[in-house]
């Protein structure tokens, strides 16, 4: 029997029923974890550089004191530690990101020294976090720096047993010198990693000049610095647009050189790939392009590489230029990349948005100077309390022989130093700790000495946090003590990525280059069936097709051609005549090759000439002339030149001489200056001829000096002398054509 619901008020379970609109409760929680994800995961803090997990490996490593002169422990250790004390998330997950934070080609300063197998540029995994040991680098030491001073607050961590710091102490812009990425909700990161060194220049010249401007940061701040090296190809405006709005990408290439091998031949050795690029998927990428026939310029690939990146590429042909291959490398596979740049960031009250380089610089020196003098007040304070205590000691020297009869005769010697010399109840305490070997001349003088160093540096510390001229003057101090360490002059900061701007070169001149010149007769049937056949057709008749088709298009070309297909919808399709099938069999369907409907037919067929021109007519009596350079397609869907109605289109036929002949469907011929027609390069075009029933049938382009002739029904070509009474201006409707003409009403049999 089902227990009865107790009613509401009585503490039980009615009393967990919410009544609300499920919108607004789903809305609620989803906002709650938006914001959850945004600020406690994907995305980094402008001042440190670091997401929650990547700042609490760093301090639970700095509990374990695991310096990089120390001993390095377990991986396993230092997650376990995380997962337990800071980090309430699977330990999969918090060992993915130290293994990264150690990887020499994913960090540009690595912020863990890992020994053992943390994987490598292939893209082969680390080892188990148990067989693999850790502990910190230099770099993440810098940033740690001062955690121990009151240099930035902590919270509780999840569990409420112990306190995290918010913010690591930074002390180097570690957000743009390794660079961030994560995907939040509704929001995204993609910060690329820069040189440290040139970071701390652009700092240092925003504390001489805070209004500086990102042109002249740039003089110091060129470019991202990629860990993998590379060559940046991305224009200088370019890079301006990014640093300014905190939004754009950057094209970054691989970095190769030629060996020559003698007698005119010579391999490319790929040294330095894109960043994030996986060496076993790239050259699993150019092997694919090659099985492909894509990369109709490269022979071979093979990887030469044991620790360093050597890729060798080997050209198909020695005629081949070094730099036309690879730009045709470049554009085929991830030799070249664009890493999308999208710097958005947590400001220091937590609240999301997009930076550009001046305000990430101006966010890190502001916290750099919150540190600087939480610092100084900490050490201040210390200060304070030292001296507090070496005033009582002093005053020990000065009444020592009462100091002593007092420990040694009171019952209460605390008390009584107390209200004997107007002590506190410190320096009481400390007086009583003192030693007896203490109380010698010589440590007397020792501790007036210390007392006028401490008074010193308490004096020059409170002028510090008095003027701010000082306290920046200071940042700047300590920026450059960080340059000597991981500046350009130093192995690690040497700058690994160079900038060059991306050659021009035809690729696709060299790739035809590449193909045998031979003559062809390319065939397609009236179904679609399209093939190429070596050599000159003498005899169409002896050509077979399948059941129930025929012979519709026939053309001589060659194989180094570009056949163009003219649709009746007004589009140009563009077809390399070295890809055709081969002319053994009956082909293959055309439209499978291009995006062609069935109910869409083809107008004309044939191979394109640099220069020549075309006149392009719709079935309803409008046309223009056309350049052929236009008409060439770059994609399977084609080239819309042409606007028709349902009619579709006429013709395409070569301009010629400089008249036009048409006649539509009613039989009319009109004759008009060719010139009379406007050149254009998409459209509608302008009225031919006017007809009240049916259309355009078929045009003639001639030249007047020669005169037009037609083809009759049987083959013979008919001259006709008196063409010019047909003559008239564009738009006429025109006359009747003259005796004999073909009952086809076209000059040409179709």
């Not at 150690?102 to 994987?119: I, T």
């Not at 501790?447 to 409170?462: N, P």
């Not at 960080?482 to 350009?488: A, L, S, T, W």
């Not at 036929?653 to 004759?671: Q, R, S, T």
Request: net charge neutral; with cysteine; glycine share 10%.
């Amino acid at each position: 029997m089902n227990k009865p619901l107790n009613p509401p008020g009585d503490g039980g379970d009615n009393d967990r029923i919410i009544d609300e609109p499920l919108s607004e409760a789903l809305s609620r929680r989803y906002l709650a974890y938006a914001l959850s994800t945004i600020t406690n995961r994907a995305l980094p803090d402008a001042r440190d550089g670091l997401k929650p997990v990547h700042r609490r490996l760093m301090y639970s490593m700095s509990l374990m004191r695991l310096d990089p002169a120390g001993a390095a422990k377990k991986c396993a250790r230092v997650v376990g530690d995380v997962i337990g004390r800071f980090h309430p998330h699977g330990d999969v997950a918090v060992y993915d990101a130290m293994v990264r934070l150690a990887q020499d080609f994913a960090q540009r300063y690595p912020l863990v020294d890992g020994q053992g197998n943390f994987g490598n540029i292939d893209g082969d995994n680390a080892a188990a976090m148990r067989y693999t040991e850790c502990r910190l680098t230099n770099a993440a030491q810098l940033l740690l720096d001062g955690i121990d001073e009151d240099a930035v607050d902590f919270r509780t961590t999840y569990d409420g047993e112990d306190h995290e710091p918010i913010v690591l102490p930074a002390g180097f812009p570690n957000l743009l010198a390794n660079g961030a990425s994560g995907i939040a909700v509704g929001m995204a990161t993609s910060i690329p990693p820069h040189n440290a060194g040139e970071l701390i220049d652009a700092c240092l010249l925003l504390l001489s000049k805070p209004d500086a401007t990102t042109a002249e940061l740039m003089a110091h701040v060129p470019g991202p610095d990629f860990p993998t090296g590379g060559v940046i190809v991305e224009p200088n405006a370019s890079l301006y647009e990014i640093y300014e709005t905190g939004r754009g990408g950057v094209r970054a290439r691989a970095r190769w050189s030629v060996e020559d091998t003698g007698r005119g031949g010579y391999l490319i050795v790929v040294t330095e790939i894109p960043y994030q690029v996986r060496k076993a998927d790239l050259v699993e990428q150019l092997a694919g392009l090659i099985e492909t026939k894509k990369a109709v310029l490269l022979g071979d690939v093979r990887d030469e590489s044991a620790e360093d990146v050597r890729l060798v590429l080997e050209p198909k042909s020695r005629n081949v230029e070094a730099e036309v291959l690879m730009e045709s490398l470049f554009r085929l596979s991830d030799l070249e990349t664009r890493f999308p740049v999208n710097m958005n960031v947590l400001d220091a009250r937590g609240t999301p948005g997009v930076m550009g380089l001046k305000a990430l610089l101006l966010a890190f020196l502001a916290h750099r100077r919150e540190v600087l003098v939480r610092r100084a007040r900490h050490r201040l304070a210390k200060i304070e309390a030292r001296l507090h205590i070496l005033d009582g000691l002093l005053i020990v020297f000065l009444n020592l022989d009462e100091v002593i009869r007092i420990v040694r005769f009171e019952e209460e010697p605390k008390a009584k130093l107390i209200a004997a010399f107007d002590l506190t109840e410190i320096q009481a305490e400390a007086i009583l700790n003192t030693r007896l070997r203490q109380l010698a001349r010589l440590e007397e003088m020792e501790i007036r000495r210390e007392h006028a160093a401490l008074a010193e540096e308490r004096d020059g510390i409170q002028a510090v946090l008095d003027s701010d001229k000082e306290q920046w003057k200071l940042v700047g101090v300590g920026l450059r003590g960080v340059q000597k360490m991981i500046g350009q002059g130093t192995v690690l900061g040497r700058r690994r990525s160079t900038f060059a701007e991306a050659p021009v070169v035809d690729a696709a001149a060299a790739a035809e280059a590449m193909i045998v010149r031979e003559p062809i007769t390319v065939i397609l049937s009236e179904r679609g069936w399209i093939r190429a056949q070596k050599g000159k057709v003498d005899d169409p008749s002896e050509l077979k097709f399948k059941e129930g088709d025929k012979l519709a298009f026939l053309v001589a070309a060659e194989t180094t051609d570009k056949l163009l297909i003219f649709a009746s919808d007004g589009r140009f399709f563009t077809l390399p005549c070295d890809k055709l099938p081969s002319g053994r069999g009956m082909g293959e369907p055309v439209r499978l090759m291009i995006e062609l409907d069935d109910k869409v037919g083809i107008a004309a067929v044939f191979t394109h000439k640099v220069g020549r021109k075309r006149v392009l007519a719709s079935k309803a009596g409008y046309g223009f002339i056309l350049p052929e350079d236009e008409a060439l397609a770059s994609k399977r869907g084609g080239k819309q030149v042409l606007s028709v109605d349902q009619a579709g289109a006429a013709l395409c036929l070569e301009a010629v001489g400089d008249h036009l002949a048409v006649i539509g469907d009613n039989g009319k011929i009109l004759i008009f200056p060719l010139e009379e027609l406007p050149e254009m390069l998409r459209g509608k075009g302008v009225k031919l001829q006017a007809y009240r029933e049916g259309g355009l049938r078929d045009a003639l382009s001639f030249s007047a000096a020669e005169g037009p002739a037609w083809i009759d029904a049987a083959g013979r070509t008919r001259a006709w002398p008196e063409w010019r009474d047909w003559l008239g201006r564009r738009t006429g409707s025109g006359k009747l054509a003259p005796k004999g003409f073909p009952t086809s009403k076209r000059f040409r049999p179709k």
